[in-house]
């Protein structure tokens, strides 16, 4: 199973040491989501990323880094709806319907959610039942390039890998563990379920 990690849209302390830890433990990209972010503060916290890693990362802002800095792709969402001309990185989009799964051809991936109640999002209840889940993985709507976003912790990964998602993207969970000491063993754990779950 894919992980993806979603920054806080805040810049946190040592933001960039946890995200290399990130993605040496095995997690498939990190998405930098920072809404409303100046151009700056942005590329500083790319310049940060060591550059074996930064082929790892997503943009949801100032998509003119991408080239640049040789990054993952972009995410596409209200605020930047467009991709630069000639783009030739990785495409990926939120959808929140399974109507919208079914137009995914000029997508390299997608989040679906909210999958399940948000940990980072009070009051953000899931959409979905199990059974329109099933379903939409019967009818090969949700598959590989589908990631299961909203209210995923360690705990429900089993749960989404029933499901038929290819992976998920990951937020509240990941970040409420990354102020803890015991982080790497959270990071251990989550690599060696994501490779039982393959």
Wanted: charged letters at 25%; aromatic letters at 10%.
């Amino acid at each position: 199973m894919r992980i993806i990690v979603i920054t806080p849209p805040e810049y946190i302390e040592k933001e960039a040491n946890i995200i290399v830890q990130l993605l040496e433990h095995g997690v498939w990209a990190v998405h930098l989501r920072k809404p409303g972010t100046d151009a700056s503060s942005l590329e500083s916290l790319i310049q940060k990323i060591p550059q074996r890693w930064r082929s790892q990362l997503v943009l949801h802002d100032h998509f003119e880094f991408a080239k640049p800095y040789a990054l993952k792709g972009v995410h596409l969402n209200r605020r930047n709806p467009i991709l630069p001309a000639d783009f030739k990185g990785s495409v990926s989009r939120s959808l929140h319907s399974i109507d919208e799964l079914k137009d995914m051809d000029h997508l390299d991936y997608a989040f679906l959610s909210p999958i399940f109640d948000s940990i980072s999002k009070e009051g953000y209840h899931a959409a979905f039942s199990y059974e329109q889940l099933h379903e939409a993985h019967e009818q090969g709507f949700i598959n590989e390039r589908v990631f299961a976003l909203g209210g995923v912790s360690i705990d429900r990964l089993k749960e989404v890998a029933t499901i038929g998602f290819g992976g998920a993207a990951m937020l509240g969970d990941v970040w409420k563990h990354a102020e803890q000491p015991c982080f790497n063993d959270y990071l251990d754990e989550l690599k060696a379920l994501c490779t039982r779950l393959q």
